[in-house]
């Protein structure tokens, strides 16, 4: 059995990337603004603003519509562990996550160029966030001119989304983005004599419920006899994926009970509409109406995906009342020839047909949502009316220091509809999905910063499915079909060491009272070499079994230690000249023994 990644080439193929001189200025810039709201666009270009721009097209978010999910989605990283900083891990059967990882950075942020250049993270924006808002803004154009060797700069700004979430006003910061953006044209085009392509994204919608009552969820489930839980071991236990305040999220139960959850939260006042997975390719939405007599009814839907001809189509069908109001544009659909006999029809078809609805391409968002959009994909999601949102999580404490503003998270359009405009393309509506084919790809997004050394247990999937990562392993290690794989990056201030290094010893102790900080229970050597490197130079990965870190006890915490060694061969075999250690992590045993990260 091949334990260790096995080396096919010695040297690393380097990823294609389209590069300028170092001392140029950038050809585009790319500003991923959170929350920004279509309408509130279109109102800002009727006021004559964003003239130089073409005709925004609509952004439709994920399900949910928040920011983790939809950003990983527009710039095709690989999707984050969950829908939110803290998540339902199943693999853990644990709500992992806490304080300090919902203000930490998370891998599309990882990926600009510019993020959180004033030194406040999310919490620190909800409680300033007019000053920061146009500051970073401002900021963005100095860091465009100062910005060199660059084909693309993109940048990030958390500022319009604080802004609404605290009833801050978007029409003047947009309109001091627009003068900001001249600015920054006219001193671009006097040192180059170019244009500078600019392509402004937002991730959701806002949906302006100034006044949105909280729903009671937790409390309205208790009262059928279900639990909020951080783990999920009884059949009326429950687990939320929510942190902050918003109006869609996922839940997790126990699998018999995912269809009588989902039909008690479909009645919860408040509650639009609820889905569920049934299996992998069919998912049932549900809302409950109140009909013309005060009677409660029910309505309920099939949504459904298939693969034909290496397509993905996605197909809808009401079964009662007709949930996701689509039966007008159906027909339509049909009329034009669009849906096939059974009734399905491609992402970019529903995107077409979809994207002004009422739940604009819900059909394709839905399956995405239970599928892809998170690592943690939850069976159940949850979709409020504008007239309510749901607090749990740190951001909602925050958030309660301040005047509530609005929210988004929901399926509707008023939460899901964010903008892409460019002054070189009149871009067309798109999924947060597929957006990035409109601009080339957004393949040279610069590589995600190691700042620590860090370890992480993770899928083999994460480095050889996603569209960034894979490049820079291939060629480097032949990696197994399936199984986890131990990750350590490393900061440059260690690679001169490592460059020396050639073993790498792991401790994993159990934490308890024993010697040393616990008990050892292993200790593994793995070369450490090229053969394990990815082409970055910057991270190394064994399997987790090469690495030490499988058959621990499901639950227990053990601490990891890392060390790096250089050997010399002497007569009686090998000797430790110097050893360093580069990390110690505390990481918990999953419930197949595996300490994964997620
Ligand atoms: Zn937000």
């Known amino acids: 059995m091949a334990a260790v990644l096995v080396s096919i080439a010695a040297s690393a193929c380097t990823p294609l990337r ?11 810039a790319v500003l991923a603004l959170d929350g920004v709201d279509y309408r509130d666009v279109q109102d800002a270009r009727a006021r004559g603003k ?45 709500v992992l996550g806490d304080a ?20 406040f993270h999310h919490l620190g924006a909800y409680l300033i966030s007019s000053p920061v808002a146009r500051r970073e803004v401002d900021t963005d154009i100095e860091n465009i001119l100062s910005s060199r060797g660059r084909r693309t700069v993109y940048l990030y700004n958390v500022g319009p989304d604080a802004l609404q979430h605290t009833r801050g006003e978007i029409g003047p910061y947009l309109d001091h983005l627009d003068a900001k953006l001249t600015e920054l044209q006219s001193r671009y085009r006097a040192r180059t004599g170019r244009t500078l392509e600019i392509v402004l994204l937002s991730d959701h919608g806002h949906n302006r419920g100034l006044d949105a009552q909280f729903v009671p969820i937790i409390e309205a489930l208790a009262a059928h006899g279900f639990t909020a839980a951080r783990a999920i071991t009884a059949s009326n236990h429950i687990a939320f994926s929510v942190d902050g305040v918003t109006t869609g999220f996922g839940v997790f139960c126990h699998a018999d009970s995912v269809q009588r959850v989902a039909g008690l939260l479909a009645d919860v006042p408040g509650v639009d509409l609820v889905t569920r997975q049934q299996s992998d390719s069919l998912f049932f939405v549900e809302r409950a109406i109140k009909g013309p007599d005060g009677t409660m009814r029910r309505a309920e839907g099939r949504v459904s995906w298939r693969v034909r001809r290496d397509s993905a189509q996605f197909g809808y069908q009401s079964i009662t009342g007709d949930p996701l109001a689509l039966a007008e544009v159906q027909a339509r659909m049909r009329a034009d020839g669009v849906l096939d006999a059974d009734g399905f029809a491609t992402a970019d078809v529903w995107t077409r047909y979809t994207a002004a609805a009422r739940y604009p391409v819900a059909v394709v968002r839905i399956v995405h949502g239970h599928l892809r959009a998170a690592r943690n994909a939850a069976p159940i999601l949850v979709s409020l009316d504008d007239k309510y949102r749901v607090g749990l999580g740190m951001v909602s404490v925050a958030n309660r220091m ?29 999924l947060a999905m597929s957006v990035r084919t409109q601009f080339g790809g957004f393949d040279d997004l610069r590589d995600a910063k190691v700042v620590n050394p860090q370890l992480d247990i993770i899928s083999i999937d994460m480095l050889r499915d996603d569209r960034l990562q894979a490049s820079q392993w291939r060629g480097v290690v032949t990696l197994p079909d399936t199984g986890a794989v131990a990750v350590l990056s490393l900061p440059p201030r260690y690679r001169q060491w490592a460059a020396k290094a050639s073993q790498l010893r792991i401790e994993v102790r159990r934490r308890d009272q024993g010697r040393d900080g616990g008990t050892l229970v292993r200790s593994t050597v793995v070369p450490f070499d090229s053969t394990a490197r990815n082409s970055e130079g910057s991270r190394w990965a064994w399997t987790a079994q090469a690495f030490g870190v499988t058959g621990l006890t499901a639950g227990e915490q053990y601490t990891v230690r890392v060390q790096l060694e250089r050997t010399r061969r002497t007569g009686d075999g090998v000797v430790i000249e110097r050893a360093q250690t580069v990390l110690t992590a505390v990481l918990t045993a999953a419930r197949d023994g595996i300490p994964w990260a997620y």
Request: charge should be negative; aromatic fraction near 12%; glycine fraction near 6%.
């Open 18 to 28: 389209r590069t300028v001189p170092p001392d140029e200025l950038p050809q585009r």
């Open 50 to 94: 964003f003239a130089s721009f073409n005709e925004p097209g609509r952004l439709i978010s994920t399900f949910p519509s928040i920011s983790d999910v939809a950003w990983h989605a527009i710039f095709g990283v690989y999707p984050p562990a969950g829908y939110q900083r803290v998540f339902y891990s199943t693999r853990h059967n644990a």
């Open 100 to 119: 300090l990882s919902a203000i930490s950075p998370i891998e599309y942020e990882e990926r600009m160029d510019y993020a959180f250049d004033t030194k």
């Open 402 to 430: 301040r005047p509530l503003g609005g929210t988004h998270g929901a399926l509707s359009a008023t939460n899901a509809t964010g903008i892409v405009m460019s002054n070189t393309i009149t871009p067309h509506d798109d």
